[in-house]
């Protein structure tokens, strides 16, 4: 069970470069997220997805698109890379909603390292 | 959103017991307390959560105030292996069109010393 599963892992480009990061889980999870880091802060959320061809914005969305064609993928993509987009990207998914326990578990993958230049 | 308030940092001795607290003064009445740890150079990752009453998991234990305006994330013995940064979030419950977000803030870093 490979649960949550980034690639690339690392990767370098050069200002106005684009370039597609893919989060695939195997979990048949309904929910799926994008979250960025950078050093000495916490996560914050991109864009998100509540199910196969539904996408929303998260707290960071500009400069970044994304797409939810199949239920396992959710693609990140850059159009037009810059410095500020330097950072460790986490890819998450989740059931959703438990009523019954009111947990909502993500599953994060092992992360993205964009470096920018 | 409530927020969250965490000491920026925390030390702890091997096999002794720690308490991460969390302040949450605006909490709602049907927010979740949900706490999950990042290991160095991995992403997060669930450890518990609760709603009023203390609960108890393999991982660790969350004791929540009465009130629900704190809670405590207690490691019962830590390792090294927990030296983490431990995130408490509070989780709406979805209403209209649903909430599945989480939103996390910077979190408590811990070391443990052997």
């Known amino acids: 069970n490979a649960g949550v599963t980034q690639t690339p892992k690392f990767r370098v480009l050069k200002t106005g470069q684009s370039m597609t990061l893919l989060c695939a889980q195997d979990m048949n999870h309904e929910y799926m997220y994008w979250y960025r880091q950078d050093p000495g802060m916490g996560l914050r959320l991109i864009h998100y997805?509540?199910?196969?061809?539904?996408?929303a914005k998260g707290e960071v969305p500009d400069g970044y698109n994304v797409s939810r064609l199949k239920k396992q993928n959710f693609l990140l993509g850059l159009e037009s890379a810059a410095p500020s987009q330097t950072s460790v990207y986490f890819c998450?998914?989740?059931?959703?909603?438990?009523?019954?326990?009111?947990?909502?578990?993500?599953?994060f993958g092992a992360g993205s390292r964009l470096t920018v230049l | 959103d409530a927020k969250t308030t965490q000491p920026n940092s925390m030390e702890s001795n091997e096999e002794e017991p720690v308490h991460l607290p969390c302040n949450h003064s605006t909490i709602s009445g049907t927010d979740y307390i949900h706490w999950y740890r990042q290991l160095p150079s991995q992403g997060p990752e669930y450890v518990i959560h609760g709603l009023t009453s203390n609960v108890n998991n393999r991982m660790a234990s969350l004791a929540i105030a009465e009130d629900r305006k704190s809670s405590t994330l207690i490691l019962h013995r830590a390792t090294l292996r927990d030296a983490a940064v431990y995130y408490c979030i509070l989780r709406p419950a979805p209403s209209g069109g649903s909430n599945y977000k989480l939103t996390f803030g910077k979190g408590t870093l811990l070391t443990v010393n052997p």
């Open positions: 998450a998914s989740s059931v959703g909603w438990d009523s019954y326990s009111g947990a909502n578990v993500l599953t």
């Open positions: 997805s509540v199910g196969e061809g539904t996408t």
